[in-house]
């Protein structure tokens, strides 16, 4: 089906009674002709795997955390059981986000495995059932950076999609707002091959849970293109398109089809991903690239060209230690300490863009309130 919802349809579904606020100068570098085709300047912010630069990503409690942080979205990442049940994890091999190594009872079950191309060794969440990983804990992936998130290592389980779904709805009640999903479907060619295909049980849990219409508060990503054309046929919720950096859909890989990601953030590939979708997830470096040093550049044109295909952009992913930061923006030389983060929001809500995903929703939310307060 073709999308048709505007700009303003998809940035504003959870935001119908945000008021219009102008935006802000950039503190980096300026926009050159930045465009806003939304009627609002209230860009949504995403909880990226929960609020996991303070807890386990991909845990109840960080989802929970981000949901009174003020996200407006918390994003789950999707993976399959042995008996296709979806589960939150950022990779199907969960050694470094759960205590899986630790367990001798599955110690036979490490193995290797070429996913998307590319041998990984590890345990992989197609090898259990749904009650084994219950028996599993997740712990932090990043303990070198985010060393007090490891306080909370082992307390946590893996959470089924249908948990995040209610955890959504509850927290919401709570608040008086709606909380919406944002799912993205994990190497969906790799799970289709060995016979769990992704998108069926997703719309499933949609259908129960009746988020199957144009402005349920649910959108749905994916870095390849063949599973969200599928799921245009599928399902009437909203879709983006993951665009990286570097690379390519690993559906193009697999078709032969040349397309980059690069190709595809061009006005004629924006234009491709329109017929299908609703928005594009970019790596934010498609936005405002970096030298080699990691300095910023001048902006493209990604966001302007994006909207003129009535496309919403969303960016990831935004981190508030000075590691993941520009070097413009780096507060003192320790790599895990908090650099200007704020600026860098400032920056990317100046060039117009819809929502954020962040591993720190307070910071995004508290940026788009000094948006307001300016």
Do not use: C
Not at 64 to 81: F, K, M, N, S
Not at 253 to 276: C, E, F, H, M, Q
Not at 326 to 341: K, N
């Amino acid at each position: 089906m073709r999308r048709t919802l505007s700009v303003l349809g998809m940035a504003g579904a959870l935001l119908a009674t945000a008021v219009a606020v102008p935006t802000v100068a950039a503190s980096a570098v300026p926009a050159p002709g930045a465009e806003r085709s939304r009627a609002t300047d209230r860009p949504i912010v995403i909880g990226h795997r929960g609020a996991s630069g303070y807890r386990p990503e991909h845990t109840l409690e960080a989802y929970r955390l981000a949901i009174r942080q003020g996200a407006d979205y918390i994003e789950p990442d999707l993976v399959a059981t042995r008996d296709g049940v979806l589960v939150a994890r950022h990779e199907n091999e969960i050694s470094g986000t759960t205590d899986v190594a630790a367990r001798p009872e599955f110690a036979a079950r490490k193995t290797t495995k070429t996913i998307d191309g590319v041998a990984v060794t590890g345990w992989f969440t197609e090898d259990f059932t749904l009650a084994e990983l219950r028996t599993l804990r997740a712990k932090e992936r990043l303990p070198r950076v985010r060393v007090a998130n490891t306080a909370f290592d082992g307390r946590f389980e893996v959470p089924t999609f249908q948990e995040v779904v209610d955890l959504a709805r509850a927290e919401g009640r709570a608040r008086g707002r709606t909380i919406g999903v944002y799912p993205e479907t994990k190497h969906p060619t790799y799970f289709a091959s060995i016979g769990l295909p992704l998108e069926e049980p997703l719309v499933d849990v949609l259908r129960r849970n009746k988020l199957t219409h144009r402005n349920s508060p649910v959108i749905i990503q994916s870095f390849e293109t063949a599973n969200l054309r599928k799921l245009d046929k599928m399902i009437d919720v909203r879709l983006a398109q993951l665009l990286d950096a570097s690379g390519r859909p690993y559906d193009f890989t697999v078709a032969g089809d040349a397309r980059s990601y690069a190709d595809l953030a061009k006005p004629a590939g924006l234009k491709w991903i329109a017929s299908y979708a609703d928005g594009v997830g970019v790596n934010k470096n498609l936005i405002v690239p970096r030298d080699a040093a990691g300095k910023l550049l001048a902006p493209t044109t990604l966001v302007r060209d994006a909207h003129r295909e009535r496309l919403v952009v969303h960016a990831w992913t935004f981190r508030a230690e000075n590691q993941f930061l520009p070097a413009d923006l780096r507060i003192g030389t320790d790599p895990i300490a908090r650099g200007d983060i704020q600026a860098e929001y400032e920056l990317f809500y100046e060039l117009g863009l819809d929502g954020v995903f962040s591993d720190h929703p307070d910071t995004a939310v508290a940026a788009r309130e000094g948006l307001a307060r300016h």
